[in-house]
T-cell receptor
Framework: AQSVTQLGSHVSVSEGALVLLRCNYSSSVPPYLFWYVQYPNQGLQLLLKYTSAATLVKGINGFEAEFKKSETSFHLTKPSAHMSDAAEYFCAVSENNQGGKLIFGQGTELSVKP | DTGVSQDPRHKITKRGQNVTFRCDPISEHNRLYWYRQTLGQGPEFLTYFQNEAQLEKSRLLSDRFSAERPKGSFSTLEIQRTEQGDSAMYLC???????????FGQGTRLTVV
């Protein structure tokens, strides 16, 4: 069975600082991995996805993530945080590599201090 | 707006009442998914359709829950005899066959009082 663990339910950074949100996965098959962002009372927006091509994936809003098979990790980073990045972030793995059937982590709330 | 549309956005209901939510996927998408998200948790898969066929249901989908997609376009999710534990955000997503990306609607927040 596949699963996702997000380390840290809450991360706080200063504006302009590095953002690092951690995600580890468990999968018996080569995984497809995703990061989604959710603003309060909104749906989920896809930030980026890994689908077995390049291990360093660039997404929207300056975010990127690196797939590390040896560490079973897919951490999300952004060099310089902006106030508008404050939101909930979810890492997900695709079961059977279907884009829509996803197993999500519990989420990490990102706060950005001025 | 050509995104995934959900209606209503908010629903407050009394325990024991039935509720129905609607999801309109992106028009060319043949796959449609329902998720439930409780406070402080990630979304959990409930069920999915390919065209009008319901191909999979999660164990989370008790017999009080039923979903339909009668013509392979919009879908409805009905909860009968609602319980307080049903209070959650219900999210719908759609994707096209073979795509690795799903698009989510803004969700329906259900509060059972």
């Amino acid at each position: 069975a596949q699963s996702v663990t997000q380390l840290g339910s809450h991360v706080s950074v200063s504006e302009g600082a590095l953002v690092l949100l951690r995600c580890n996965y468990s999968s018996s098959v080569p995984p497809y991995l995703f990061w989604y962002v959710q603003y309060p009372n909104q749906g989920l927006q896809l930030l980026l996805k890994y689908t077995s091509a390049a291990t360093l994936v660039k997404g929207i809003n300056g975010f990127e993530a690196e797939f590390k098979k040896s560490e079973t990790s897919f951490h999300l980073t952004k060099p310089s945080a902006h106030m508008s990045d404050a939101a909930e972030y979810f890492c997900a793995v695709s079961e059977n590599n279907q884009g829509g059937k996803l197993i999500f982590g519990q989420g990490t709330e990102l706060s950005v201090k001025p | 707006d050509t995104g995934v549309s959900q209606d209503p956005r908010h629903k407050i209901t009394k325990r024991g009442q039935n509720v129905t939510f609607r999801c309109d996927p992106i028009s060319e998408h043949n796959r449609l998914y329902w998720y439930r998200q409780t406070l402080g948790q990630g979304p959990e898969f409930l069920t999915y359709f390919q065209n009008e066929a319901q191909l999979e249901k999660s164990r989370l989908l008790s017999d009080r829950f039923s979903a339909e997609r009668p013509k392979g376009s919009f879908s409805t999710l009905e909860i009968q005899r609602t319980e307080q534990g049903d209070s959650a955000m219900y999210l719908c997503a759609s994707s096209s066959h073979g795509s690795t990306e799903a698009f989510f609607g803004q969700g329906t927040r259900l509060t059972v009082v």
